[in-house]
């Protein structure tokens, strides 16, 4: 897909620090020589990969991407579970957080910037769908009324 747009799958500074990437936001400075043989070829300074998922393999490396994709497979999966929960319409809304980012990701940078309304709208939803199914497992118990006479709750 990212051949028929243009660009190049591919970008071989990732394999010289696969497993920790070159550090955050570390690889793109004007310090860096990697950096600078790119603006050299392109003929302008590129401020990032133009892909999430390159973004994220330059930035924290294997283990850093590795982390992200767990992240979105667990809220994308919560999000799942919350549609059988009465809050729907945060399931959908998480849902298509997921479906965004994933979208987004394939032309810019996704989850690495951590002010991004994306971002925060990505973990926010995650954490109240997790909250929400949460809330529908646990049991419902009906309510005990106090008998004063004996101490003692009475189930009705």
Not at 19 to 31: E, K, M, P
Request: with cysteine; hydrophobic share 50%; glycine share 6%.
């Amino acid at each position: 897909m990212l051949e028929i747009m243009g660009k190049d799958p591919t970008l071989p500074y990732i394999y010289q620090r696969p497993w920790l990437g070159w550090g955050y936001v570390a690889f793109w400075s004007t310090t860096n020589p990697a950096a600078m043989v790119i603006v050299e070829e392109l003929h302008w300074f590129a401020p990032q990969a133009h892909n999430g998922l390159l973004e994220m393999l330059l930035h924290v490396g294997l283990f850093g991407t590795a982390f992200f994709v767990f992240l979105w497979a667990r809220t994308f999966w919560l999000s799942l579970r919350c549609m059988y929960t009465p809050e729907k319409a945060l399931a959908i809304t998480s849902l298509l957080s997921c479906v965004g980012i994933i979208l987004v990701g394939t032309s810019e940078t996704v989850l690495i910037v951590p002010f991004e309304a994306s971002t925060s709208v990505f973990f926010i939803t995650g954490l109240f769908c997790e909250r929400a199914v949460r809330a529908a497992r646990r049991p419902r118990y009906p309510a005990a009324r106090w008998d004063v006479s004996r101490s003692v709750p009475v189930r009705t």
